[in-house]
Nanobody
Framework: QVQLIESGGELVQAGGSLRLSCAASAPTVSYTMAWFRQAPGKERDLVAGINFGGSYTYYADAVKGRFTISRDDAKNTLYLQMNRLTPDDTAVYYC?????????????????WGQGTQVTVSS
């Protein structure tokens, strides 16, 4: 079974930037991929999604203009570039994938998940 492994999360000061990576153990070309995040006491919410080939992207309102999702299927890797970070971005960030070419906000629609990477933004 394909495995997803996130990396790049760390402590960063407000206003800073981070780039998260999600490396897959198998080809990603036939997967919609997404980044979710979960802060303490909150639901796991979709941050950004990208369809097969990257022709469509989705961003949550809270991150529009600051975050960029991208994929490099030649490297079986998904990225999330995060700029102008704020303490509200503090969360565990999860990589997820589904084998249907539709981005959805419903976490239950994604059947492949990484273990998460912690992003902490200090003020």
């Amino acid at each position: 079974q394909v495995q997803l492994i996130e990396s790049g999360g760390e402590l960063v000061q407000a206003g800073g930037s981070l780039r998260l990576s999600c490396a897959a153990s198998a080809p990603t070309v036939s997967y919609t991929m997404a980044w979710f995040r979960q802060a303490p006491g909150k639901e796991r919410d979709l941050v950004a999604g990208i369809n097969f080939g990257g022709s469509y992207t989705y961003y949550a309102d809270a991150v529009k203009g600051r975050f960029t999702i991208s994929r490099d299927d030649a490297k079986n890797t998904l990225y999330l570039q995060m700029n102008r970070l704020t303490p509200d971005d503090t969360a565990v960030y999860y990589c997820a994938a589904r084998d249907l070419n539709v981005v959805t906000t419903a976490a239950e629609a994604y059947d492949l998940w990484g273990q998460g990477t912690q992003v902490t933004v200090s003020s």
